[in-house]
């Protein structure tokens, strides 16, 4: 931790989004940015210590202004520092070839039903070793820094034995300890039935209910549950009694619902009270109400959408419907192999019909929500954690226009400079390589 303070100056314009870290925000508030203009934030010891406007900042700390490292804002948009609730992050290998197939025809389904899909890349992932695996997920994660984003959710799934769910968990662990990246993990042993259990699935979830959950809670390596339900891979009733036995042993269910097919998913999720229900393409009207009724937030990726060549999930009618919208990669060598959340915003207003204003709502605040971490991060408020981006740009709307393009200039974490002028500032001994 950075003894020095840190004083960010003249803001083109400070998103603060303050008061939003009780619940997700919804609806119109979706658009409350609350920005200050020249605005200034001073960060010692790790926290935000006060934001305002640039003169307000420099009265309270005239005393000590020359103890600073100054960062000069002008010109430049400053945010709370990127959340992305919900990505695949640690995993072995690549699936182009599957890239392929798809430009040439072949689904997403097809592929992973004929072996290729989360099965290949559990193959790899189980082949590799703890070196290899820790390499290139820490690799994905210096690109999310540098994208400006600094924490992360990950989730197991492609070990799919004990052993190796472990193994990625173990993984995802070390990665918070030493990287800059705040790693959140969730466990998701029910990412798709292994081969060996293919010709008794419920087999698969038993192993998981009595012997993966048990292990991993007990162990403390993953704060939520998650469960891949859709036709094919998990039914309602198999993802209800998995997620059923993740609460008991104290993980917060998450679910992967209704992406390919239409199948009660965010019914479910709404029913079981999960956290978040993620995915949503085909969410039913129903679904959403639901969704809305229960406050469950609905984690979209345009990104995913995108990349399989799908229709978005309509995130302007879940915000219309009360749903509190957060937004992420998911990043994941099958369906979406990126880690800009900065292209994920521009897909939200792009093909989701969201506003400038919401997708920075739903990439931060309501993302941090999604994490149960709204009152530590996801947004720029006394006693927050100090973690800042700081875009090239000078307005918020200019973010989502020239798209296509990493605008990211600085990032804060913890109330250190990470990344400067667009590039990871590497004397900082707890990255190893
Ligand atoms: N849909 C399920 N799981 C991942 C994809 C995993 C993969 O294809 O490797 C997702 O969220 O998109
Ligand atoms: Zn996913």
Not at 189 to 204: I, L, Q, T
Not at 281 to 291: D, M, T, V
Not at 300 to 307: D, E, M, W
């Amino acid at each position: 931790m950075s003894k020095k303070p840190l004083w960010i100056r003249h803001a083109s314009q400070l998103v603060t989004l303050k008061g939003s870290s009780a619940r997700p925000l919804i609806g119109k508030q979706m658009e409350q940015l609350h920005i200050i203009e020249n605005g200034s934030v001073w960060l010692e010891d790790g926290l935000i210590q006060f934001v305002g406007e640039d003169e307000e900042v420099a009265e309270a700390y005239k005393d000590r202004l020359e103890e600073a490292e100054m960062i000069d804002a002008t010109g430049k948009l400053v945010i709370p520092g990127l959340v992305d609730p919900h990505t695949h992050l640690v995993f072995a290998g690549s699936r182009e070839k599957e890239f392929e197939m798809r430009l040439q025809g072949a689904t997403y389904m097809e592929i992973m039903n004929s072996g290729g899909g989360i099965h290949a890349t559990t193959s790899m992932t189980r082949e590799a070793s703890y070196e290899t695996l820790f390499k290139e997920s820490k690799q994905r994660l210096d690109q999310f820094l540098l994208h400006g984003v600094t924490t992360v959710e990950a989730k197991s799934g492609y070990g799919l034995s004990l052993e190796h769910e472990i193994k990625q968990l173990e993984v995802a662990g070390k990665l918070n300890d030493h990287h800059p990246i705040d790693v959140v993990r969730t466990f998701m042993g029910a990412h798709a039935v292994p081969f060996e259990y293919k010709e008794n699935p419920d087999r698969f979830v038993d192993y998981v209910i009595e012997d993966m959950i048990p292990e991993v809670a007990s162990r403390k390596l993953a704060e939520f549950n998650d469960v891949f339900c859709e036709r094919g891979v998990f039914t309602p009733e198999q993802s209800k009694s998995i997620l059923e036995a993740g609460l008991k042993h104290g993980l917060l269910p998450k679910i992967h619902a209704d992406e390919i097919e239409p199948y009660e998913g965010a019914e479910l999720a709404a029913s079981i009270g999960a956290i978040s229900a993620e995915h949503l393409l085909k969410a039913s009207n129903k679904g959403i109400k639901a969704l809305a009724d229960k406050g469950v937030i609905a984690v979209l990726l345009p990104g995913t959408a995108f990349f399989l060549m799908a229709e978005s999930a309509n995130g302007r009618d879940m915000i219309d419907a009360g749903v509190p919208v957060a937004l992420s990669t998911d990043c994941n060598p099958g369906s979406s192999p990126t880690v800009s959340m900065p292209l994920v915003m521009n897909l939200g207003c792009l093909k989701m019909g969201m506003t400038p204003a919401e997708v920075l709502t739903a990439a931060t605040i309501n993302a941090a929500h999604a994490l149960n971490r709204g009152k530590e991060i996801g947004s720029i408020e006394k006693g927050k954690k100090a973690d800042i981006t700081i875009f090239d740009v000078p307005n918020y709307m200019v973010l989502q226009y020239k798209y296509g393009v990493n605008h990211v200039h600085s990032v804060i974490k913890n109330g250190e400079l990470i990344v400067n002028g667009g590039r990871l500032v590497c004397n900082d001994t707890r990255i190893p390589s």
